[in-house]
């Protein structure tokens, strides 16, 4: 089986100045897929985090004005990065922290993702994670 949390990797802390409890409660669920891949690897459970390279399309980027669909990409990426990562087997990997760009990447050897971008020909603003 797969735990999968969509929260982010651990390596810029700075992201959490002036969103201390949003981050803080993203962390922990990522610092908590860390701990659990210990502990349930006995039972042939896999834990994973997941988070966007740049802003999704979503009601939550449009109701907050989170620019425009041009520096957006479509919720696809991370339907195709949760889809790579539960197709695998349990014990090939557990405990990371993954960009979406990372699991299409590393396990689908996809390298060009404009077919996720929401307006053909952009460039999406990647978050500084």
């Known amino acids: 089986g797969h735990i999968l949390n969509m929260s982010p990797p651990l390596h810029n802390q700075d992201m959490v ?47 907050l004005g989170l620019g425009d669909r041009s520096q957006w990409r479509t919720a696809d990426i991370l339907a195709h990065a949760t889809l790579a990562l539960v197709e695998r087997a349990p014990i090939l990997s557990s405990g990371k922290a993954w960009s979406d760009e990372e699991v299409l990447q590393e396990l689908w050897g996809i390298t060009d993702f404009s077919d996720y971008t929401c307006v053909p020909g952009s460039e999406p603003i990647k978050i500084p994670w």
């Open 17 to 63: 100045i002036n969103k201390c409890a949003y981050m803080v409660s993203k962390f922990g669920m990522t610092y908590m897929i860390h701990a659990l891949a210990q502990e349930l690897k006995a039972y042939n459970i896999a834990t994973h985090a997941l988070w966007p390279v740049t802003m999704i399309e979503s009601a939550a980027t449009e109701f």
